[in-house]
């Protein structure tokens, strides 16, 4: 097992009923925002429960922010929150609104200019943040209990000085440039949610796709954890497995019986524990999948769970050879796969994850999108720009690597 340092300050409240007890939470002289996403939270009854668990509470409310956040929606929040002199938020939504949250937090104190730079640095230089909860609405991205976030800016054009003394007009700016759309992470210990609320009743109205991603979001968590090579870490595997286990089992029984309370439940545990930072302390660690799905998001607006669904399965074929004692392990603990030919058991075991997708009604294969061999290389220079060119466990997935990725998921 590798050497590790572990701490989560996020306190968790699960369950039926959980939402009424948040004014316990927040501070009573709260100058408070409440963030939220296109309005699924008002329309299935979770915001008149939150109203009401805050009755008498100074409240600003914050709407519209998009399933991948943009920064530009997100600095009209960071104005607002400057202006009203906010001192504490509650995200009330999925993934994405709690990353805006934590973007929010920390943007509303930066003070190294363009709070892009967020992004860019990876949350370095964050010094004061505001604090907040959240109450989770979508079982996926385990935003509720870390303090990781991705935020995404799209398509815009930049100005730029004309050459000096250009017609006679030395100070004159000309935008004559553009910057494509981007999607960047960024981790800060300070930005972890102060508590989180759970109740899985909430989520019984999400449509079966969203469901179907967020079991597909949190299996690619566990598996870029997971499925790397042996350290002997015996119990973050146990764990881990554990959790695969129940996706596959409950998860599905979730997807195909949406008001099971037990089986939403362990669903949306089974979330927050994929990337809260338990399974991988002491374990190597790859990402590179994410890394690729980031940009073809950025580049081709899907989802990020279906990006995922492509991307996994792919790069799995394609890395097998370096993986091949995990995978061994994968096929053998999560589908009872016994093939005495140790490369017959690897490709079942790829073929069952594939399958586990396709029966979400996700899609594991680029061209499903429409999107096409001539359009690859605009991923690989964004994965250039963006330094992804030693990634993964080892440090071995190169650009030509990622190439490969992307042609085998065509």
């Known amino acids: 097992m590798l050497n590790f340092e572990y701490q989560n300050p996020t306190k968790i409240l699960f369950g039926k ?36 668990a805050l009755a008498g ?71 004061m943040v ?62 972890f949610p102060q508590f989180a609320v759970l109740d899985p ?15 597909a979001d949190a299996f690619g968590h566990v598996m870029e954890q997971y ?20 996706l596959i089992e409950d998860g599905i029984k979730s997807y195909h019986e949406p008001e099971d309370y037990d089986s939403r439940a362990n669903l949306m545990w089974c979330a927050t524990m994929a990337l809260n930072g338990l399974i991988g302390a002491g374990v190597p660690q790859d990402w590179s999948t994410h890394a690729i799905a980031h940009e073809l998001t950025a580049l081709f607006g899907l ?16 890395r097998r050879a370096e993986k091949k004692e995990k995978l061994l392990q994968y096929a053998d603990r999560i589908w009872n796969i016994h093939d005495a030919d140790p490369e017959k058991a690897i490709e079942q075991a790829i073929s069952k994850t594939t399958e586990l997708f396709e029966s979400l009604g996700l899609a594991t294969r680029l061209s499903r999108y429409g999107i096409t061999a001539a359009q690859l290389p605009e991923v690989s220079a964004k994965l250039l720009k963006h330094g992804m060119t030693g990634i993964g466990e080892r440090g071995s997935v190169t650009l030509e690597v990622c190439e490969e990725i992307l042609h085998t998921a065509l």
Not at 26 to 36: E, K, V
Not at 58 to 85: H, R, S
Not at 87 to 95: E, S
Not at 201 to 215: C, D, E, H, M, Y
């Open 227 to 246: 499925l790397t090579y042996p350290v002997n870490a015996n119990l973050q595997d146990r764990f881990a497995e554990s959790i695969l286990k129940t």
């Open 57 to 127: 509470r100074k409240i600003t409310e914050f709407g519209g922010i998009e399933p991948n956040p943009d920064y530009d929606t997100l600095m009209q929040a960071v104005a607002i929150a400057k202006k009203e002199k906010i001192t504490y938020m509650l995200a009330v939504g999925g993934g994405s609104v709690i990353d805006a949250a934590k973007f929010i937090s920390a943007a509303t104190f930066w003070e190294l200019g363009d709070p892009w730079e967020i992004l860019k640095n990876q949350g370095k230089g964050i010094r």
């Open 17 to 52: 009923g959980q939402i009424a007890k948040i004014s316990n939470e927040i501070p009573s002289d709260a100058r408070l925002m409440i963030l939220y996403g296109c309005g699924s939270v008002i329309a299935n009854g979770t915001m008149d429960i939150v109203k009401k």
């Open 201 to 215: 009743v909430v989520t019984f109205s999400l449509p079966k796709s969203q469901i179907a991603n967020g079991i």
């Open 130 to 191: 505001i604090p907040f909860g959240c109450i989770l609405t979508l079982p996926a991205t385990g935003s509720e209990m870390n303090h990781h976030a991705v935020i995404s800016r799209k398509t815009r054009q930049i100005a730029l000085p004309t050459a000096s003394g250009s017609q006679g007009n030395a100070g004159a700016v000309s935008i004559h440039s553009s910057i494509e759309s981007e999607k960047l992470a960024f981790s800060s210990e300070k930005v």
């Open 303 to 318: 989802a990020h769970a279906q990006t995922l669904a492509i991307v996994l399965p792919a790069a799995l074929l394609v």
